[in-house]
Nanobody, 124 residues
């Protein structure tokens, strides 16, 4: 079993950047496909990006493509989400998630483990 803890959220202005981190404990992160999701108030949890176990393959939601970059450092058991050119519509609670399943996993139900989330608020 793996435990996930996100950090790095905050309140920023439109056009600013943030870097989220997701630290894992309990098991080595290299065993898991990792994903980032976000959930805005009153909305469903949406897929943001998935990273393969090695980090060599990433797949982004269209809404963040070109602005967000996900990476992972398996030696540090940490996954990152660099978010640039943030917009008010990016405001949400951001979650990292882990699954033992390989492949491009874009459904929340595919993931077994979740962090508690970190709030990102972008003002206009």
């Amino acid at each position: 079993q793996v435990q996930l803890v996100e950090s790095g959220g905050g309140l920023v202005q439109a056009g600013d950047s943030l870097r989220l981190s997701c630290a894992a404990s309990g098991r080595t992160l290299s065993a898991y496909t990792m994903g980032w999701f976000r959930q805005a108030p009153g909305k469903e949890r949406d897929f943001v990006v998935v990273l393969s176990r090695s980090g060599g393959i990433t797949y982004y939601a269209d809404s963040v493509k070109g602005r967000f970059t996900a990476s992972r450092d398996n030696a540090k058991n940490t996954v990152y989400l660099q978010m640039n050119s943030l917009q008010p519509e990016d405001t949400a609670v951001y979650y990292c998630a882990a699954t033992i399943r390989a492949g491009v996993r874009r459904q929340a139900d595919d993931y077994n483990y979740w962090g508690q989330g970190t709030q990102v608020t972008v003002s206009s």
